[in-house]
């Protein structure tokens, strides 16, 4: 009777794994329709977006490779990484699964690292900027010594 159960149970999980895996993880070449899907969220491309759903994309699947060996991440990810507000609410108005963990991430979280990275980038712009309005030249702040950091130009330069 236990192991029945036991069958049952295992039989079960597969088969909801298997529904969930056809349903979501899409298997095409990388230059297959949900890889076109998922690159045109990256760009917030949502005329392109929308043309490729009417051909047959799915919003909410995960692109794979033809043999399955790798996958690639959600639309939705992709978006978010890329800083991409209107394909981000798009594809929530899609169904989007706003907290769906994929590897080690959430959208929000790729979102909020994509943020930190370019304000990282800002800070670096504006202390060059500020620096060559005093005159001076700079080189990569952080990588120079601090003599190539603020060198007076000569008239030359």
């Known amino acids: 009777m236990i192991r029945s159960i036991i069958i049952g149970f295992v039989c079960l999980l597969v088969g909801l794994l298997a529904g969930w895996k056809a349903r979501y993880v899409v298997k095409d070449g990388h230059d297959g329709i949900q890889w076109k899907f998922t690159e045109a969220a990256g760009r917030g491309d949502i005329a392109e977006m929308k043309k490729l759903i009417s ?6 699947a995960i692109p794979s490779y033809a043999d399955g060996a790798a996958t690639g991440a959600t639309a939705l990810l992709e978006a978010a990484s890329a ?15 706003v907290n769906q963990q994929e590897s ?6 790729s979102a909020e690292y994509r943020l930190r990275q370019t304000e990282a980038t ?36």
């Not at 051909?55 to 909410?60: F, H, I, N, S, T």
């Open 55 to 60: 051909a047959g994309a799915d919003p909410l």
């Open 83 to 97: 800083g991409e507000p209107g394909a981000v609410e798009f594809l929530i108005d899609q169904g989007a699964d």
């Open 104 to 109: 080690d991430t959430t959208p929000i979280g």
């Open 122 to 157: 800002i800070q670096i712009l504006r202390s060059h900027i500020e620096a060559r309005a005093k005159g001076f030249h700079t080189k990569t702040i952080g990588k120079a010594n601090k003599s190539e950091q603020a060198t007076p130009r000569k008239p030359s330069d």
